[in-house]
T-cell receptor, first 113, second 109 residues
């Protein structure tokens, strides 16, 4: 089945130790998104790629970076995780922009010790 | 600015009860409207959507109608099941996908 896959499902890192989260898709969608979701809150968009074009949300901290080496893969890099970065990170894809359905992965839950 | 106002939870209902979760939006233009559902420990799944005024989205017994005159997209289900227990997010998409705060629904047998 076509889908959005996130690895790992659970990630534990230490304060200040860089971490990379992975997302892959078999839907061949143009757009890939990264969201941060904290407990009992709505997902918050961090950034998105339209093909190779990167679009950062204005309030996304510089600590968060992303790479999209090809259509199928997208990575979220957190350069120096702080305790406040502990959250669920959701990857999503869509064929077109925001008027189109977004397909979400299962998420990676990040714990910062 | 663009925003979504969603009925606050948590909501607890008995099995087979009627469900309504209210959602209204403020947006420019003609956004697409969505309901997403999040089961415990999982990502979001599209439940239903509507792309223009008076469209009705439906799936798994859930329905919502795009009401442009009242800028609403209320979610309804006639008879809920225990398996419907989840968090429900209303959202609209135009410049970006804007989510409501989510409504946690618990169905008790």
């Amino acid at each position: 089945d076509a889908m959005v896959i996130q690895n790992p499902r659970y990630q534990v890192t230490q304060f200040g130790k860089p971490v990379t989260l992975s997302c892959s898709q078999t839907l061949n969608h143009n757009v890939m998104y990264w969201y941060q979701q904290k407990s009992s809150q709505a997902p918050k968009l961090l950034f998105h790629y339209y093909d190779k074009d990167f679009n950062n949300e204005a309030d996304t901290p510089d600590n968060f970076q992303s790479r999209r080496p090809n259509t199928s893969f997208c990575f979220l890099d957190i350069r120096s995780p702080g305790l406040g970065d502990a959250a669920m990170y959701l990857c999503a894809t869509s064929s077109l922009f925001y008027t189109d359905t977004q397909y979400f992965g299962p998420g990676t839950r990040l714990t910062v010790l | 600015g663009n925003s979504v106002t969603q009925m606050e939870g948590p909501v607890t209902l008995s099995e087979e009860a009627f469900l309504t979760i209210n959602c209204t939006y403020t947006a420019t233009g003609y956004p697409s409207l969505f309901w997403y559902v999040q089961y415990p420990g999982e990502g979001l799944q599209l439940l239903l959507k509507a792309t223009k005024a008076d469209d009705k989205g439906s799936n798994k017994g859930f329905e919502a109608t795009y009401r442009k005159e009242t800028t609403s997209f209320h979610l309804e289900k006639g008879s809920v099941q225990v398996s419907d227990s989840a968090v429900y997010f209303c959202a609209f998409g135009n410049e970006k996908l804007t989510f409501g705060t989510g409504t946690r629904l618990t169905i008790i047998p």
